[in-house]
């Protein structure tokens, strides 16, 4: 069996969301993919602990293909509230309303 590279936890890394240099011992890994324990081919990214906690822990399956189908879509526009409106378009198309629209009867976000 393989023990831990000796001098891994002395590495300096770069937390993704502050900035902030760190020792490598006091980061977490991120994966985008949002699958950390399959290893095989992946280079993680780091947060410090507290962006860590600042970030939402729910599953994220289809996020980067619905994103991708947005920008597609919006063909290269930088307008931030168009991308809102096409991203919870997109949303309710493959997912329904939000549950918060379904409880009250409202529609909040289709132009």
């Not at 410090?48 to 289809?62: T, Y």
């Not at 189908?69 to 309710?92: C, K, L």
């Amino acid at each position: 069996m393989w023990s831990a590279r000796p001098n891994r936890d002395e590495e300096s890394v770069v937390c993704i969301a502050c900035g902030d240099s760190l020792p490598r011992r006091r980061a977490r890994e991120y994966d985008k993919e949002g699958d950390r324990w399959d290893r095989r081919g992946k280079e993680f990214e780091y947060l410090c602990k507290s962006c860590h906690r600042d970030l939402c822990h729910q599953p994220r399956e289809d996020l980067e293909d619905v994103l991708l189908d947005v920008e597609s879509e919006r063909e290269g526009s930088r307008d931030a509230e168009a991308f809102m409106r096409t991203y919870i378009r997109a949303v309710r198309e493959r997912y329904g309303a939000p549950e918060s629209d379904a409880e009250d009867g409202t529609d909040s976000g289709d132009d």
